[in-house]
């Protein structure tokens, strides 16, 4: 072959080389992980996991054709949740969505380069995911529910709905970090507002009947059920329990409050996971975690049941129902 035609042929490769290479980049398949605290069974982790995917596929991204989407589920379990961080590292995703917390701390532990987005994230810097929120300094970003500054909020409408309290529970789950924040925040809060706080912490479902029972037994006028997949899971138990001795509970969720909870006041959680999505379209095509900044709720919903109040015959104030997004009659 002569110098001039070796010369021609070699540019022309290198002409075409950077296009291939580009679109076998673009059309590989990408690998996310997802690590869930709650079980298979648990149908409202089902629908935040339905909303993430449809918010993924509005974006470009179709399972079994540029995408494959790695679930796993820690079924309320520290040690299972630890194996599903750990499965999840080996598979080499691309991306892992965390659900939790807890869950977050899990892959935290297990990687520090496996970009990580939590769905649901109390206050990071607290929790040591990051040293900064608005460029995260490590591999974790995604959305906050600061639920420990939301204590206050909580506690004050509690004490509007029951003015005579002057002692109030909270049922937590201690290995979940974020709830040892909100627990900390929550006894501070109500040390302003002059109430004795009552603090019930539970590590399993056999423990939340005891619970409710000793806040019967010590005359707490109210309590808040903190949000845990734990909590979440026993939901139904505790909502008509709660009931059953009429005790005043504040819940998170708004989907609490319309299984019969008297009152939530949280986040949204379809906007989280429908956002989670589009941070998770923003990594995979290129996005660095540092260039995504941990994100405060854009919304926060306050539920009311009256359905409920009726049964614990609990008259709630006009001043609060006029503030509420949802009414349950």
């Known amino acids: ?3 001039r035609e070796f010369i021609a042929l070699l540019g022309s490769a290198l002409a075409t080389w950077p296009v291939v290479t580009l679109a076998q980049t673009v059309n590989r398949t990408r690998r996310i992980g997802f690590l869930s ?4 069974e648990d149908a409202e982790a089902a629908k935040r996991l339905a909303v993430f995917k449809l918010r993924l596929q509005e974006l470009g991204w179709t399972e079994g054709k540029n995408l494959q989407i790695d679930v796993r589920f820690g079924s309320n379990s520290g040690e299972r ?3 599903a961080a750990t499965e999840l590292i080996e598979i080499a995703s691309d991306v892992i969505v965390s659900t939790t917390s807890t869950t977050t701390r899990a892959l935290m532990n297990a990687t ?3 970009p990580i987005v939590a769905a649901i994230s109390g206050d990071p810097i607290a929790l040591g995911f990051t040293k900064n929120l608005s460029h995260p300094t490590g591999n974790i970003t995604g959305f906050t529910t600061f639920n420990d500054t939301l204590a206050a909020k909580r506690l004050e409408m509690l004490h509007e709905i029951v003015p005579t309290m002057h002692t109030a529970a909270l049922m937590w789950v201690p290995v979940n970090p974020q709830q040892v924040l909100l627990e900390t925040k929550t006894k501070e809060v109500a040390h302003n507002l002059g109430i004795e706080l009552l603090s019930l912490p539970i590590k399993a479902a056999d423990e939340i009947s005891p619970a409710l029972a000793a806040a019967q ?5 109210a309590i808040i059920v903190a949000a845990d997949p734990l909590t979440i899971a026993n ?5 008509d329990e709660c009931i059953s001795i009429k005790l005043p509970a504040m ?3 708004a989907f609490e409050t319309k299984n019969g909870a008297l009152m939530s006041y949280g986040i949204d959680l379809t906007e989280n996971y429908r956002r989670t999505a589009e941070y998770i379209d923003r990594i995979l095509k ?5 260039d995504l900044p941990f994100q405060e709720p854009t919304r926060l919903t306050l539920a009311i049941n009256l359905q409920t109040a009726r049964a614990i015959g609990l008259k709630v104030p006009s001043t609060l129902l006029a503030r509420a997004d949802e009414v349950i009659e």
């Open 1 to 3: 072959m002569k110098r």
């Open 37 to 40: 605290s709650s079980t298979e």
């Open 81 to 83: 949740i630890h194996q």
């Open 112 to 114: 520090g380069n496996i």
């Open 217 to 221: 037994d010590q005359h707490a006028a």
């Open 235 to 239: 939901g139904r138990a505790i909502i």
């Open 251 to 253: 819940h998170t969720f």
């Open 286 to 290: 290129g996005t660095k975690i540092a």
